[in-house]
């Protein structure tokens, strides 16, 4: 069995590699086989066929909160690339100054 090396910078990008060693055409893209994983999504707003979600995600390790548009097609929704994902250490700065968000929201809103 043969073994892989770990790839850095633009090697995963267009990396495959022959599995098996026997010319079958079994091949495995290291850049696509690592994948995020969704723990929770959840709707902010829905309008005019599009929507904004809420999504915490676990990818390599890592947990982001992500707060993205997505689109409608045939009944599903999926992501665009409108949004930001956020750390979870970034976000908890966000939960922290959460007070002071919705006092400049609010001020802003009765001026």
Do not use: C, H, W
């Not at 599903?76 to 970034?90: D, H, M, N, V």
Request: glycine content about 10%; proline content about 4%.
């Amino acid at each position: 069995m043969k073994t892989i090396k770990p790839l850095k910078g633009r090697q995963m990008d267009s990396y495959e590699k022959d599995v098996d060693g026997g010319g079958t055409g079994v091949t495995t893209n290291m850049a696509r086989d690592v994948k995020a994983t969704t723990v929770a999504k959840l709707p902010i707003s829905m309008k005019d066929g599009r929507a904004k979600y809420v999504a915490v995600r676990k990818f390599r390790g890592q947990v982001y909160v992500d707060v993205r548009d997505y689109y409608e097609s045939n009944g599903q929704y999926f992501p665009t690339k409108k949004g930001i994902p956020l750390s979870a250490r970034e976000f908890k700065a966000v939960l922290m100054i959460s007070k002071n968000i919705n006092r400049a929201i609010y001020s802003g809103e009765n001026q």
